[in-house]
Nanobody, 121 residues
Framework: QVQLVESGGGLVQPGGSLRLSCAAS????????MAWYRQAPGKERELVAA???????NYADSVKGRFTISRDNAKNTVYLQMNSLKPEDTAVYYC???????????????WGQGTLVTVSS
C-alpha cells in the first residue's frame, strides 16, 4: 500500500510565505507526475501546479510567478513553495501523484489527506 502525507500548512498573513511538503511512502516502484490541488470553501478542487518525473512544470494562471513546485525523486517528495500569499489562496491543499507500487504494473492515482492553508491578517 502506498500513501501520501502532506505537511506545512497553517496560518499566514497576506504577503507571507509557506512551504508545503508531500512525501510518498510504501512499496513504491516509481512515481510519474506529482501535483498540488486546492479546494476553497464552496468551490471545486482545482489544479495548482504539477511536475513530471522529468521535472517539467505547469501552473495555474492564478499562482504563476508566486508559487514554485519542485520534487526530490530520491526522497519521493514534492514541495510547493508559496510566496506573496493572498487571502484568495486560502484553501485545503491536496497532494496528488501517479504511483506504481512494486506489486503492480499499473500506475495508481493517489491523494493525500489535505493540509489547510489560511491567509488572513
Amino acid at each position: 500500500q502506498v500513501q501520501l502525507v502532506e505537511s506545512g500548512g497553517g496560518l499566514v498573513q497576506p504577503g507571507g510565505s509557506l512551504r508545503l511538503s508531500c512525501a510518498a511512502s510504501g512499496s513504491i516502484f516509481s512515481i510519474n507526475a506529482m501535483a498540488w490541488y486546492r479546494q476553497a470553501p464552496g468551490k471545486e478542487r482545482e489544479l495548482v501546479a504539477a511536475v513530471t518525473s522529468g521535472r517539467n512544470t505547469n501552473y495555474a494562471d492564478s499562482v504563476k510567478g508566486r508559487f514554485t513546485i519542485s520534487r526530490d525523486n530520491a526522497k519521493n517528495t514534492v514541495y510547493l513553495q508559496m510566496n506573496s500569499l493572498k487571502p484568495e489562496d486560502t484553501a485545503v491543499y491536496y497532494c496528488n501523484a501517479e504511483i506504481r507500487p512494486t506489486s503492480s504494473y499499473r500506475y495508481l492515482e493517489v491523494w493525500g489527506q489535505g493540509t489547510l492553508v489560511t491567509v488572513s491578517s
